[in-house]
């Protein structure tokens, strides 16, 4: 075995140290708010350029942490100075969104972004492949892209896409979409969006629906955000024996974060309690919402949980949302201002001018291993244009959830509701005052079960029985919902995070 001379052990300590210096100058030269950069690599080489600028060649196992993110390779250039990272060389990226790994890099540090080439990467359950890719794993550009969600290598469903669009970790947005099944071209689409923290059901693809009274329908949504903070979505169901419904949803996000839409299938506010969301497991991952500004124009729209058939409501409004917290609980309240009608029978009722104050709150109450307990309350005051009294309702409403194991979920709730005086629609009257509802999801290997009941205690009545079925086939859900009365049948293809 040959030992290393003396004057190459007193090389390498002075490169050593030269790298350990530069790495201490990046660090106090920062602003002390800000993480300081840590450098590990086998060989260091350090320039000082005739402007003062410091720079590190790094090689050799170069591992590079800065403000919880983590760049590894073999081969890396540091400008000091513009806080910049470069190489030609395969490099593997870590953040908390997800991993990245490509062939060329080019990144500032302490901006948080950069440009990456001959990438693959997995973000929030996503895989990517792109040409080049801009910005940071939570928020990012790319072009000549493919995107799957449950294989990286043969998925069974892909896009193909000329670009990809991720803002703030939650919506990507896909233009010149191609839609691949088993290695065949199923659909094209200009643009869509996929939610990547709502890991249950990504994007839902248009959709066959069924009701005695319409016939046979086609279901379609689409999401289009502008922009950083302005959100777009559309949605029209088409039938053989009835109208079209017709629902256009613009949100703007007053400041960082999310706008909130709320979900076009579900009118009533306790009606987005997971009791009625038989699409239960894996919960959603709950992202930031911002005060929004929202703006709707809907035609005709039968409500999925209307509470009788034939009814069809339209409706012109302007909202302000705002969502509240404090420490564990959270809510949301929202200042609507617009007009309603409604259409039972054939027969439309008068268009009225409406003002309502809505709110609603989530509040843990206890939670062990299996079983937790909650509290979600509700409440609208709203005015009538000609109508002397104010509607009010309060629900409070009770629930616990029992997962004795992975497989089986089963949950129970009662409600109670308050009112004062009444609405002149159908549709925003409680069906229930007093209300217990019993639900159970089961799942066995690719199989899917999920049924829902509702009883009215006043009433002694079972007024309402909804059934879920579906099948996965590693990240493909085809599914079937079914509602009793108002009769609903939904079929629906959904792409899913969720791993096996």
């Known amino acids: 075995m040959q030992f290393p001379s003396t004057r190459q052990i007193t090389t390498q300590l002075r490169r050593l140290a030269i790298g350990c210096g530069a790495a201490f100058l990046l660090t106090v030269g920062a602003p002390q708010s800000e993480e300081a950069l840590t450098i590990r690599a086998l060989t260091y080489e350090v320039i000082r350029t005739n402007e003062g600028t410091l720079l590190l060649n790094l090689s050799g196992a170069v591992v590079m942490e800065y403000q919880g993110r983590t760049l590894e390779g073999e081969q890396f250039a540091v400008d000091a100075q513009q806080q910049r990272v470069r190489a030609n060389a395969p490099f593997r990226f870590f953040a908390p969104e997800g991993v990245l790994q490509g062939e060329r890099i080019d990144y500032f540090y302490a901006l ?36 799957s969600t449950c294989d990286p290598f043969r998925p069974p469903i892909r896009v193909q896409a000329g670009r990809i669009r991720l803002r703030q970790g939650a919506r990507l947005t896909v233009s010149n979409a191609r839609l691949v099944l088993y290695g065949r071209q199923v659909l094209s689409l200009p643009q869509f969006t996929l939610r990547l923290r709502e890991t249950a059901e990504i994007v839902s693809m248009p959709s066959p629906v069924y009701a005695r009274e319409t016939g046979w329908g086609l279901r379609m949504q689409v999401e289009l955000p502008i922009g950083d903070r302005l959100v777009m979505q559309g949605g029209i169901v088409s039938y053989l024996h009835a109208v079209p419904e017709l629902r256009l949803i613009g949100g703007a996000a007053l400041s960082e974060g999310e706008p909130s839409l709320g979900d076009p299938d579900l009118r009533l506010r306790f009606e987005q309690s997971p009791l009625y969301n038989l699409r239960a497991r894996p ?15 809907s035609s005709d729209i039968r409500p999925l949980f209307a509470p009788r058939e034939r009814l069809r409501v339209s409706r012109r409004e302007l909202g302000l949302i705002v969502p509240t917290r404090a420490r564990t609980g959270t809510g949301e309240v929202s200042l609507r201002y617009g007009s309603l009608s409604e259409r039972i029978d054939g027969q439309r009722t008068p268009t009225r001018e409406r003002l309502s104050l809505e709110g609603e709150w989530l509040q843990p109450l206890w939670t062990n291993q299996s079983v937790q307990l909650q509290l979600r309350l509700w409440s609208s005051l709203t005015r009538y244009q000609g109508i002397a009294d104010t509607y009010q309702w309060l629900r409070p409403q009770l629930e616990i959830v029992w997962q004795p194991r992975e497989q089986l979920t089963l949950m129970a709730g009662y409600a109670q509701t308050s009112t004062r005086h009444t609405s002149p629609f159908l549709s925003e009257q409680i069906r229930a005052r007093r209300e217990a509802s019993f639900r159970v999801e089961y799942q066995q290997g690719n199989a899917r079960v999920g049924a829902l009941l509702k009883f009215d205690l006043d009433g002694r009545e079972l007024y309402d029985v909804q059934l879920l079925v579906g099948w996965r086939d590693r990240c493909i859900e085809p599914f079937v919902f079914w509602r009793r009365n108002p009769s609903a049948v939904l079929f629906g293809l959904s792409l899913t995070t969720a791993r096996q």
Do not use: K
């Open 112 to 147: 948080q972004r950069g440009r990456f080439e001959g990438v693959q990467a997995e973000v929030l359950g996503v895989y990517v492949r792109a040409a080049v890719l801009e910005g940071d794993l939570g928020d990012f550009s790319a072009r000549e892209a493919t995107v």
């Open 283 to 297: 919960e959603r991952t709950q992202t930031r919402p911002a005060p929004t500004v929202r703006v709707e124009y």
